[in-house]
């Protein structure tokens, strides 16, 4: 038994949360700045919104079995780009049991997987540049911190602990993993070596479970501390910080409170286009700022080096 932190987990169960449309009270500012991202770059009517229902079954092939505990996106985008044709034919038939049909765009993927993966997989990768990768650095930091909990949970008490306390719907008992309205009995042969456990920061109450032998079997639950993901985190005692980095990149840091783009911090700051620019670069340089592009746009984030540093200021 091993965790992992996925990329893909996250983009399916965040994708999922944004076509429900619904004002998530947990994501609701997360929702906010990105909803008119993704329907700009016309992500709401594409690979992704026909592959990913609003609810139940999602093909397993945009789940790729992690190697190691941290894959890269890049790592599972090749992955699933390199899913097996069989193993993607099978996954649209259980699609098309569970919706009844699905569309000209998904019956291609079927006749010809290894070219439509391709697009698939750049779809994804675009996706995340918009809605997930400038916000990584904070979901990361919660997916690690219920990794770590977890794995003193075992260390403490054993595995048997951690498993009756993972969710309600999962139980240990006399050697035995069930899991709830889960109809599928798999043995230790069948299953695939070991069991991957898999925090999610987008996912909801529920467990959702990935099943494709030879793989291991994939458990995909809530985070802990989750509810604080999106909490305000601006510095107040900035002034130490601004001793340091200077008055208009600390001020262009605590605007990255939310990723924005050069023309937006310019207008929040009242710096100029060509000082946010120059600023962000010495910060990007520095490591305090990431930029992650998709088609024109460019927004810049605050990575976890800086949340540290302003995190820091606010307790002197």
């Known amino acids: 038994m091993r965790f992992a932190v996925s990329p893909m987990w996250q983009v399916g169960t965040s994708f999922r949360l944004l076509k429900a449309g619904a004002a998530d009270p947990v994501h609701r500012r997360w929702l906010e700045q990105v909803?008119?991202?993704?329907?700009?770059?016309?992500?709401?009517s594409g690979w992704l919104a026909e592959l990913i229902p609003p609810s139940?079954?999602?093909?397993?092939?945009?789940?790729?079995?992690?190697?190691?505990?941290?894959?890269?996106p890049a790592e599972e985008l090749a992955a699933i780009?390199?899913?097996?044709?069989?193993?993607?034919?099978?996954?649209?038939?259980?699609?098309?049991?569970?919706?009844?049909?699905?569309?000209?765009?998904?019956?291609?993927?079927?006749?010809?997987?290894?070219?439509?993966?391709?697009?698939?997989?750049?779809e994804i990768g675009t996706y995340w540049e918009l809605a997930l990768a400038p916000y990584w650095a904070r979901v990361r930091a919660v997916l690690d911190?219920?990794?770590?909990?977890?794995?003193?949970?075992?260390?403490?008490?054993?595995a048997?602990?951690?498993?009756?306390?993972?969710?309600?719907?999962v139980?240990?008992?006399?050697n035995v993993l069930r899991v709830v309205r889960r109809q599928r009995t798999l043995s230790r042969e069948t299953a695939g070596a070991g069991l991957l456990l898999i925090p999610s920061a987008f996912k909801g109450p529920g467990l959702s479970t990935r099943v494709a032998p030879p793989d291991p079997p994939q458990l995909a639950y809530r985070a802990r501390g989750v509810g604080t993901l999106w909490e305000r985190r601006t510095a107040t005692g900035s002034a130490a910080v601004v001793a340091v980095l200077g008055r208009s990149r600390t001020l262009l840091l605590t605007e990255l409170e939310a990723p924005?783009?050069?023309?937006?911090?310019?207008?929040?700051?009242?710096?100029?286009?060509?000082?946010?620019?120059?600023n962000l670069a010495a910060l990007r340089n520095a490591g305090f700022v990431?930029?992650?592009r998709a088609g024109r746009t460019v927004l810049y984030a605050r990575t976890s080096v800086a949340e540290s540093v302003l995190a820091a200021s606010d307790d002197t």
């Open 81 to 122: 780009a390199a899913a097996p044709a069989d193993r993607v034919r099978r996954d649209l038939d259980h699609l098309r049991h569970h919706q009844g049909s699905i569309g000209p765009r998904l019956r291609s993927l079927y006749a010809d997987p290894q070219a439509r993966l391709v697009r698939v997989a750049a």
């Open 35 to 44: 909803r008119p991202r993704v329907a700009a770059a016309g992500l709401d």
């Open 56 to 72: 139940g079954y999602a093909p397993d092939f945009l789940n790729p079995a992690p190697t190691g505990p941290a894959p890269t």
């Open 171 to 174: 139980s240990w008992d006399d």
């Open 145 to 158: 911190a219920d990794v770590f909990h977890r794995a003193r949970q075992v260390a403490e008490h054993g």
């Open 290 to 292: 990431t930029a992650h």
């Open 160 to 169: 048997g602990h951690l498993l009756n306390e993972l969710h309600p719907l």
């Open 260 to 278: 924005a783009t050069t023309t937006e911090l310019a207008q929040r700051t009242g710096i100029s286009m060509a000082g946010v620019s120059q």
